[in-house]
């Protein structure tokens, strides 16, 4: 994705279903509202297994290590902008370990190279101009690079979906193959394309009269057997991880970044992973960070913190737990308690030590909170639990 940093004027680029037995009298005529409902879940089902079909086949085509470069990138917000040194650190072991692999050869001249790929992350968003950071930095658009050189007119494009409701930014460029990784390009068109327009909005940037910033060029360093996934370096060194297919808590997190359906991703996700859910669950130790909950924020902050509603869960060993919530020049609110399974899947938890903490003082809060919590799902990067009162949390893991 040299392309999208070559320019300071280009954007650049993460239940079950159960049918109740109905019997129909046989002088009784069908009921539309229960054939209506039959139907929808009928097709849910139908829609959920085929689902997890494709994961299935999705998930055979990652390979171990390529496998582990996409759980570094759980979790990670703003495509790389807000990881920590120790997440950057994850990704680029697991970039380099792929890159000694090689993967397929001349990537340059394979046909797996084309087509429309995601950027999941990528290193150095803060080279770029203004627009560009807030482009790649923002979970809620959707960046692309097009890859085409088996044309009449090969092109590298970038792409910057808003929504479906709203449309796009594309930004285009002229490529050419350089060698059996580099691709030569220079961008030469730009435009808006809004969902409520019947015309094409140019973008406003003379590629013409930049000359040679409009020029870049770009690295695969890193292109699957199976083609989903690619690794490319570009021209002012940033490093760029793409795909084409994602997994499933990519796709979650996805949902979640955009805000759009969640609920309904969460449920398919479940469904998708009850080999998982189906067994007995451990609240695993490690930092939490909460990215989700069903439940919008009360007035009171303190509150919301003494509940889970907001910053990390840290489970200790020997049933230890604290809620930590930075709040301003580092001043942050710190509860503890402790969780006792007490069924499947279930934890008793009781919070009842609470303080507002500036380096090593504290000043104490008179609190309580005792709840019930339900394991949905974990795994060593990402939790979906049902906490205080009943309320749906996702957390990734940070530590």
Not at 76 to 92: D, F, T
Not at 124 to 143: C, E, H, K, L, Y
Not at 156 to 174: Q, R, T, Y
Request: hydrophobic share 40%.
């Amino acid at each position: 994705m040299a392309a999208l940093e070559s320019s300071n004027f280009a954007p650049r680029f993460s239940s079950h279903f159960t049918l109740n037995s109905n019997r129909i009298h046989p002088r009784k005529p069908f009921s539309s509202k229960f054939g209506e409902k039959f139907n929808r879940k009928t097709l849910k089902c139908s829609l959920v297994e085929k689902q997890k079909k494709e994961d299935k086949e999705v998930s055979r085509v990652f390979t171990k290590e390529e496998n582990a470069l996409i759980d570094a990138l759980i979790g990670i917000q703003g495509r790389g902008r807000s990881a920590s040194p120790q997440q950057l650190q994850e990704v680029e072991r697991a970039v380099q370990i792929l890159e000694v692999l090689k993967g397929t050869s001349d990537p340059t001249s394979s046909s797996l190279i084309e087509g429309r790929w995601q950027l999941m992350f990528t290193t150095r968003p803060g080279t770029a101009s203004p627009i560009q950071r807030t482009f790649v930095g923002v979970d809620s658009f959707s960046v692309f690079q097009e890859v085409y050189l088996r044309t009449d007119d090969p092109r590298v494009s970038n792409v910057v979906k808003f929504s479906d409701a709203i449309g796009e930014l594309k930004v285009e460029a002229v490529a050419s193959v350089k060698d059996a990784k580099r691709i030569l390009f220079q961008f030469d068109r730009a435009a808006f394309s809004f969902n409520f327009l019947p015309f094409k909005v140019p973008y406003p940037v003379p590629f013409r009269l930049l000359g040679d910033e409009a020029k870049g060029w770009l690295d695969t360093t890193y292109l699957s057997q199976s083609g989903n996934i690619r690794i490319s370096r570009g021209n002012k060194g940033t490093t760029f991880v793409l795909q084409k297919e994602t997994e499933p808590r990519q796709r979650l997190l996805s949902a979640i970044s955009t805000g759009r359906e969640v609920r309904e991703a969460i449920d398919e996700f479940i469904t998708l992973n009850q080999d998982v859910v189906k067994n007995e669950l451990e609240l695993l130790e490690g930092e939490w960070e909460m990215i989700w909950s069903s439940q919008v924020e009360t007035d009171s902050w303190i509150e919301n913190a003494a509940n889970g509603l907001m910053g990390k869960q840290i489970v200790k060993p020997n049933g230890d737990l604290k809620f930590l919530v930075d709040i301003f020049f580092g001043f942050k609110f710190s509860m503890t308690g402790k969780y006792v399974r007490s069924g499947f899947n279930t934890y008793d938890v009781s919070m009842d030590d609470a303080a507002i903490v500036a380096g090593p003082y504290g000043l104490p809060a008179e609190m309580e909170s005792k709840f019930t919590l339900e394991l949905l799902y974990t795994d060593n990067k990402i939790r979906i639990i049902r906490g205080y009162n009943k309320i749906l949390f996702v957390h990734v893991r940070v530590k």
